[in-house]
Every structure is written in C-alpha cells, then in structure tokens.
C-alpha cells in the first residue's frame, strides 16, 4: 500500500476533524501530500502544523470557488492532483412531517452539492492530467433507511447515484469510490437538532461505533490500487451493526 500511495496529491474536505482528519493523519504518514479543506481554520492549522507535506484551504463545500480554491492550490503547490476526496457532510435528521426546511437545504447544500462541486473543481485537472480519483464519503444510511434520516438518507443515496453514473460515463482515466461507513465516532451529531434523535445516536455511538481510522484505512485500501482497478463501493460498519 506505501508504495502506491506515497507521493500522491490528495484534497480532503471536511477535514478538520472525525473522518476527514484521519484519512488524512493515515495518508500523510503513508507519504502522501494533503490539502485539507474545511470551514474551521483553526483546527486546520492545529492538524497541518503536526504534518508532512501538507498545507490548508478554508473550504466551505457550499460555494463552488471554495472548491476550486482547494484543488487549485494543490496544483499550484504540488503540480497536480492524484486524489480528491468529498468527506463534507452534516446530518440533520427529523421527521419529514416536521418541515425542517432549513435543515433539508443545508444537507442539499453539503452533502450533495458540495460533493458535486468538488467534483466539477477537480475533473479539469483529472482530465488534463489523463489520471485522477474521486472517493466520496457517503453513509449505510442510504442503505438502510430508517424515521428521522430520511432527507440525509436521500442525499447520500443521489451521490451514490451520482457516482454510479460517472462511473458508466468514464473512460477509465478517471476512477470513482464511493464509501458508505456505519456508525463512526465522530461529531457528527453536533449539527443535530432534533435532540430525540441526537441522544438515540450518540447512544448507539457509545455502544458500537467504531473509530474514523477504520475509515481512513478503507480509504487508502481503495486509493492504493493499481491504476486499472477500481474499487467501486466499501461499506465499512460496526460487526454488531444491523
């Protein structure tokens, strides 16, 4: 795996924390070079000064120039871009009868368009380059629907769709994965507003979650392989998940 993945130029967003900074704490001790993107710059600037060849962009995934910004400074500081991941995403789950509006178009905004606009930042440069990766953080919520994750569970199962799509269309220049973890430690919930639902995840989160890096391992399994394989789907959960 070191071999395959040393030296590559890899944009992470939402990386300031849980999922997104230890995929890339993984790949940066595997010699990767990472731009992190995420809206905290403080947090960034923590992760970046404890690493190797790494540098930051405060990145909001809900403006499309964020994006660009991001994969415009790996090429203008490393001369490309090897791997982009979409990791940005929030949770804000209820009842769809409860017309949480706000909460339906921030998950669009994240999880959906900001997937899409990280994919339309990086694709010119994949193209140019005749090479690329583009790995989306997506969720077993899309795959086992349950009350309250509706909403979430539909934009995690258009950018699976989305993906799918890409795949079909590709020439096999530029290759796709998609992961969908299970419940993961992270602060995901923090954006929850629904409190009935915050507490019933953190709950399951105290009982079985499993820890980001089991993600980031996932991640780098799916970027290490040769460049005519291509891992499509990794779902990655808890053993004791339903």
Not at 176 to 199: F, Y
Request: glycine content about 8%; charged content about 20%; overall charge neutral.
């Amino acid at each position: 795996m070191h071999n395959q993945i040393e030296g590559k130029v890899v944009a992470i967003t939402g990386a300031s924390s849980g999922i997104g900074k230890a995929i890339a704490m993984e790949l940066s001790r595997l010699g990767a070079k990472i731009i992190l993107g995420a809206r905290r710059t403080e947090q960034l600037e923590k992760i970046v000064d404890g690493l190797s060849n790494a540098i930051y962009v405060t990145t909001d995934v809900r403006h499309k120039a964020d994006l660009e910004r991001l994969v415009n400074a790996a090429v203008t500081e490393y001369g490309r871009l090897d791997v982009i991941i979409n990791n940005a995403g929030v949770a804000r789950t209820s009842r769809i009868d409860e017309l949480d509006i706000e909460g339906w178009e921030e998950m669009i905004d994240i999880n959906l368009k900001g997937v899409l606009y990280g994919m339309a930042a990086a694709i010119p440069v994949f193209r140019q380059q005749q090479s690329g990766h583009i790995v989306n953080i997506i969720s077993t919520s899309g795959l086992k629907i349950v009350p309250t994750q509706g909403v979430y569970a539909g934009t995690k199962n258009a950018v699976r769709t989305i993906a799918e799509a890409f795949r079909q269309e590709s020439d096999g220049t530029i290759r796709i994965t998609g992961i969908s973890p299970g419940v993961v430690k992270t602060d995901l919930t923090h954006s929850m507003k629904n409190r009935e639902s915050q507490a019933a995840i953190l709950e399951m989160m105290e009982q079985l979650a499993i820890s980001p890096e089991a993600i980031a391992r996932a991640v780098c399994y799916a970027i290490s392989q040769p460049a005519d394989v291509e891992v499509g789907d990794i779902v990655i959960r808890p053993s004791r998940q339903n």
